[in-house]
């Protein structure tokens, strides 16, 4: 069964950091490039970051940038996005997702979120 389980969210202060996790099962995590993505209330779901299956190609949208960083561990089979300096803009539910190809509409796999959410 595949799986794909974020954790680490949760309530912090304008400023302050978290990092989310997301561990992976039941599919071949180091030929799948992954994703992180997030949706506010009321608004549509978009990609926030990307790192390739093996060489580290990363992708950040331009509202993260030099604030957020994905890495990945392939023996744990864990992705992981630390997120500093969080505005309370960044509160949203955040999924992490799997493509063979790169990160974009078509994610193989998906989890099933966990909340992040910054007080001002």
């Known amino acids: 069964e595949v799986q794909l389980v974020e954790s680490g969210g949760g309530l912090v202060q304008a400023g302050g950091s978290l990092r989310l996790s997301c561990a992976a099962s039941g599919f071949t995590f180091d030929a799948h490039a992954i994703g992180w993505f997030r949706q506010a209330p009321g608004k549509e779901r978009e990609g926030v970051s990307c790192?390739?299956?093996?060489?580290?190609?990363?992708y950040y949208t331009d509202s993260v940038k030099g604030r957020f960083t994905i890495s990945r561990d392939n023996a744990k089979n864990t992705v992981y996005l630390q997120m500093n300096s969080l505005k309370p803009e960044d509160t949203a539910v955040y999924y992490c997702a799997a493509t063979l190809g790169w990160c974009g509409v078509g994610m193989d796999y998906w989890g099933k979120g966990t909340l992040v959410t910054v007080s001002s």
């Open positions: 790192i390739s299956h093996s060489n580290g190609v990363t």
